[in-house]
């Protein structure tokens, strides 16, 4: 593949202690891929970004107490489940980082379930994320917060780009062999990836037949598509972009990564375990984030119960002495 820039990459900064014992992406070159995010992405980004809030505006203001029901309640709940998993053990700890491994058929499904966020193809996504790695919060991080200039107006400008501006700017730039060689050569890979857009119309197109069957008409099922579909992905995707902008900016940090990575247990608990940002950069590779005591880590959870069904295995973990050589400050 022809790289957009040719010119040598920048070095990248020695990793961390804890980053040592554990080799990821950033051992990675930090060339671009593509010279600019693709105007299909940019498109998907702005109906995932734009659309479920109307959405939640119609709740509100129509539906809010003749439009909800417990089965639109439980609809949420079990897409918002089930499709977050898909990001967070498949898209996030199994694809990007290999932090285990799992059944074929497993491995399909979090992809697809990763795709029915609308957060883009999986191939996307985690080339986006291996860059991110390998050069955060440096020149050449897709959403580091951090490189929009001093002051107020800096941080501001930053922590608006983390969150939602980099995916029309930067978003889907690596997506190519340099980040993604394996999944490339992934053949169920690759065909979960040509039918992406099948995945994002099963995600709002599921809660309406489904709403529909259980409650016996087309409104029921428009209205289960608004809470499961629409409204869920609103929430979803903001709270994982609240990773990439909150965890780099907000909370605390036990290990000194060579980044401003934090650990914020809000967006932990409504990401599953992926606000345990801090403890992931100081090991990226370990399957589990919350390495604390009180560090509730429901993704972990999660591979532990497939590896328990025999379905993950070589499920890598730091030992207890690399997490406390590593700490700068006593475990929470």
């Known amino acids: 593949m022809t790289l957009a820039d040719t010119s040598p990459a920048p070095p990248v900064p020695s990793p961390s202690p804890a980053e040592a014992d554990l080799p990821d992406a950033s051992r990675l070159r930090t060339a671009t891929a593509r010279a600019r995010t693709s105007r299909l992405s940019q498109v998907i980004t702005l109906v995932a970004v734009l659309v479920p809030p109307m959405g939640l505006v119609s709740a509100m203001g129509l539906l809010w107490g003749v439009g909800f029901r417990w089965v639109d309640l439980v609809l949420f709940a079990a897409f918002y489940v089930l499709t977050g998993l898909g990001v967070t053990v498949g898209y996030h700890r199994y694809f990007t980082h290999r932090s ?4 074929p058929v497993v491995k399909v ?5 990763g795709a ?25 991080d897709p959403h580091s917060p951090h490189l929009s200039g001093p002051g107020l107006a800096g941080a501001v400008k930053g922590l608006w780009h983390a969150h939602v501006g980099w995916m029309f700017s930067t978003k889907g730039m690596e997506r190519g062999m340099l ?10 890979v690759r065909v979960v990836d040509r039918l992406y857009l099948v995945w994002v119309a099963a995600s709002v197109g599921l809660p309406f ?22 409204i869920r992905i609103f929430v979803f995707e903001h709270a994982t972009f609240a990773v990439n902008s909150v ?10 990564a060579r980044d401003q990575s934090r650990n914020n247990w809000v967006v932990a608990l409504l990401v599953f375990g992926e606000g345990w940002h801090n403890n992931h950069h100081a090991f990226p590779r370990s399957a589990r984030h919350g390495l604390g005591r009180y560090q509730l880590d429901v993704s972990y959870t999660v591979i532990k119960l497939l590896e328990r069904c025999g379905l993950a295995r070589s499920v890598r973990l730091p030992t207890p002495s690399q ?5 700068t400050v006593p475990a929470a």
């Not at 996504?125 to 440096?138: E, L, N, P």
């Open 100 to 103: 285990f491994e799992t059944h």
């Open 109 to 113: 499904a979090l992809a697809i379930l």
């Open 116 to 140: 029915m966020t609308l957060q883009g193809p999986v191939t996307q996504w985690v080339t986006d994320h291996r860059k991110h790695h390998a050069r955060s919060d440096q020149e050449g």
């Open 179 to 188: 980040y993604g060689r394996d999944l490339y050569e992934d053949r169920a």
């Open 209 to 230: 037949l489904l709403g529909a069957a259980i409650g016996g008409s087309w409104a029921l099922g428009i209205e289960a598509m608004v809470w499961a579909g629409l």
């Open 247 to 256: 965890c780099h900016m907000f909370g605390r940090r036990r290990y000194e």
């Open 323 to 327: 997490v406390e050589r590593a700490a």
